[in-house]
């Protein structure tokens, strides 16, 4: 069945349809909230408040998107808000020039352990759009529409975070070897 089928009849009140939906996108959006807020207990608390929301407001989905993405971004405005009640954001703003390109550096179990650690580093929005662009597979459209921002910011968040995560990524492999 279709997620646009269930969300009409989550709309309706059907548990049955709901518990599916929760099946299909909760894994996804779990994953998505434990990169942006780090804590397993919040994002599985935020989990919660997400599908709470998808509940109420099943009646208010127009079909501008398509539901992964409508429940992307009730997911990204929980976290968003969390963050923003926890702690304020410190961007980093190094020299960002490199030769070196992150996807060219291998994912052997040391090199995601620190992909991991300087993930933790990105500013939130960079933080988010990493994890649905390269974690989800969502278009820059889709990601756009999650965020509530245009294509191009989105562009240029996934190209700034990715050259921030270049420097991280070279600062930690130069303190290594050390």
Not at 98 to 118: F, K, P, Q
Request: aromatic share 8%.
């Amino acid at each position: 069945m279709s997620e646009e089928h269930l969300i009409c009849r989550v709309a309706t009140g059907d548990r049955s349809a709901f518990a599916d939906l929760y099946a299909a996108l909760s894994p996804a959006v779990y994953t998505y909230l434990l990169r942006l807020v780090g804590n397993t207990g919040t994002a599985e608390d935020l989990l919660q408040e997400v599908f709470l929301a998808v509940w109420q407001e099943a009646a208010r989905f127009r079909g501008a998107s398509s539901v992964k993405t409508w429940v992307f971004r009730i997911a990204h405005n929980k976290a968003v808000s969390w963050l923003r009640q926890q702690r304020p954001t410190v961007p980093l703003s190094p020299t960002l020039s490199s030769e070196h390109d992150v996807e060219e550096w291998g994912m052997s179990a040391w090199n995601i352990a620190r992909l991991g650690e300087a993930l933790e580093h990105l500013p939130p929005h960079q933080r988010a759009v990493i994890e649905l662009v390269f974690g989800q597979e969502l278009s820059y459209a889709e990601v756009a529409t999650v965020l509530g921002c245009p294509v191009g910011t989105v562009k240029s968040r996934v190209s700034y975070a990715l050259r921030l995560l270049r420097h991280l990524l070279r600062d930690v492999a130069t303190e290594d070897q050390r």
